[in-house]
């Protein structure tokens, strides 16, 4: 948060991160990981493709309140996971429970669009 004062009074506003998509782009790359897809499953798939082709692995994330590696994504039980190890342990994570760090890694927005997939885009 950045602090702007006038008039006596201090105002606050969010500085907005870099990957914040709008929601006609979501669309667009909703549209484009979906556009062959005939049902829910397939367009997970697209999704997952594109995904795993421009989100740049390996990068640092938190779950649980633990500093782990995400170092792959997978497709597992209809979801997309993150494959995470912090030190000797490996779990697989959903995709949507990690905290992203700042700036978020080269492709971050096909996480957004799933994000955005799952909030109901088919419909």
């Known amino acids: 948060m950045i602090s702007e004062r006038g008039r006596g ?9 870099r990957s914040r998509q709008t929601k006609a782009q979501l669309d667009a790359l ?17 999704l997952y ?4 082709e421009h ?7 938190v779950a649980l ?3 782990v590696k995400v170092v ?4 597992a039980d209809g979801a997309i ?6 030190g000797r342990y490996r779990q697989r994570i959903p995709i949507l429970d990690l ?15 799933y994000r955005h997939w799952q909030r109901g885009f088919w419909g």
């Open 9 to 17: 009074t201090t105002r606050r506003r969010t500085v907005k991160s």
């Open 30 to 46: 909703v549209a484009e990981a979906t556009v062959d897809a005939y049902n829910e499953d397939e367009q997970l798939t697209g």
């Open 49 to 52: 493709t594109l995904m795993d």
């Open 55 to 61: 989100l740049a692995v390996p990068f640092e994330s």
């Open 65 to 67: 309140g633990m500093p």
């Open 72 to 75: 792959r994504i997978d497709l």
């Open 81 to 86: 996971v993150a494959v995470c190890t912090a």
């Open 99 to 113: 905290s992203l760090p700042d700036p978020p890694p080269d492709g971050a927005q096909w996480i957004e669009a």
